[in-house]
């Protein structure tokens, strides 16, 4: 009978296993993200239909229009004649019309980043409930922004997804780490982490390194509680091997950060390369990764939440770093 009973053991665990799945899946669904396709929109503009497609773009796509016209355009007065004529310019440059067919072949079909940020903002909801969740407008603004936040809600400016090989970023004069960077695997993990800032920066709590890597240690805490079946590089934006740096030499890291008294310092200069994109981390080996205090950050985060009581959100309004690190008890050994 062993064998019997086995097999139904392993047959009610499938079956449990995908109806939570199935579960998780229908709920994510009732978020009913909203995705606006601005670029697409935008491109189809001529001279035949000029007047058409600014009514179209200033009734279909909200406040995001004004942005556009403000922050890409440089015009103040959507209506004006002299910006549907920019708009014209800009849609039939040479170069800009070649990048955005680039954006057009690449991100013709966006259902399966929709359905990665439904769930993540899914998620997001279930954590923060008094938050919105944002509508979603992806864009083409000629390389000038990536992801960025207004009115409560999120654009991402696809063009700057278009793959570390991209002969654009080349042209532009990228370094290879940014190149890095410009992976349309990224885009989730970009939009989560600028989201969590725009409601959450506030509580970054000081200048020092100790309140900064624990800040990113939280962003990074909920990416990986948002976003759970992305890869843990993809989550941090590292490459497999410097994932795997970071996390065989998580001890060291932080024994450098302690002995060269870098930890209650507020001089950025010294530690800038820690936590913003870098070629790598300075005063470490090459092969440590800018931005590796996310690192350390998260994973003190997560002995926080091991040893304190506490939900999410308490989590994100904790402004007292040097009371956390005691209380996180964290201590990386070899």
């Known amino acids: 009978m062993k064998p019997i009973v086995l097999f139904l053991s392993v047959t009610l665990v499938a079956f449990l296993l995908t109806s939570w799945l199935f579960r998780l899946s229908s709920d994510a669904e ?3 993200l909203k995705v606006n396709r601005f670029e697409q929109t935008l491109f189809a503009i001529h ?4 007047e058409d497609v600014s009514v179209e773009l200033e009734e279909n796509f909200g406040t995001f229009n004004e942005v556009f016209a403000s922050q890409i355009m440089q015009s103040t007065n959507v209506t004006d004649g ?8 800009f849609t039939n440059h040479k170069d800009m019309r070649e ?4 954006v057009a072949l690449l991100f013709t079909d966006f259902t399966a980043f929709e359905q990665e940020l439904e769930f993540a903002f899914w998620q997001f909801s279930d954590y923060f409930p008094s938050y919105p969740i944002p509508e979603i407008t992806t864009f083409f603004g000629g390389f000038n922004y990536g992801v960025v936040t207004y009115d409560d809600n999120i654009a991402i400016g696809l063009e700057n997804f278009l793959g570390k090989n991209s002969k654009y970023y080349q042209l532009l004069g990228n370094p290879e780490y940014l190149r890095f960077q410009k992976q349309k695997k990224f ?3 970009n939009v989560m982490e600028v989201w969590l800032n725009e409601h959450f920066q506030q509580y970054l709590g000081g200048r020092d ?12 805490y909920c990416i990986d509680k948002m976003l759970p079946e992305l890869l843990m590089e993809d989550k941090f934006r590292f490459t497999n091997e410097q994932m795997n740096w970071v996390v065989e030499n998580e001890a060291s890291i932080w024994q450098y950060i302690v002995h060269e008294d870098l930890l209650f310092s507020k001089d950025e200069q010294q530690f800038r390369t820690f936590v913003d994109y870098a070629p790598f981390a300075k005063g470490m080996p090459p092969q440590a990764p800018g931005r590796v205090a996310y690192y350390i950050g998260y ?19 904790l402004t007292d770093s040097r009371k956390f690190l005691q209380h996180s008890k964290y201590k990386p050994t070899k």
């Open 30 to 32: 009732k978020l009913d």
């Open 47 to 50: 001279e035949d239909n000029i």
């Open 82 to 89: 002299q910006y549907l004529q920019d708009l014209l310019a």
């Open 99 to 102: 990048a955005y067919d680039s």
């Open 187 to 189: 885009i989730a993990s």
């Open 209 to 220: 390194l100790l309140s900064q890597l624990i800040y990113k240690g939280k962003i990074m």
């Open 299 to 317: 994973k003190m985060v997560n002995e926080y939440m091991d040893n304190n009581e506490i939900d999410v959100e308490e989590l994100m309004y």
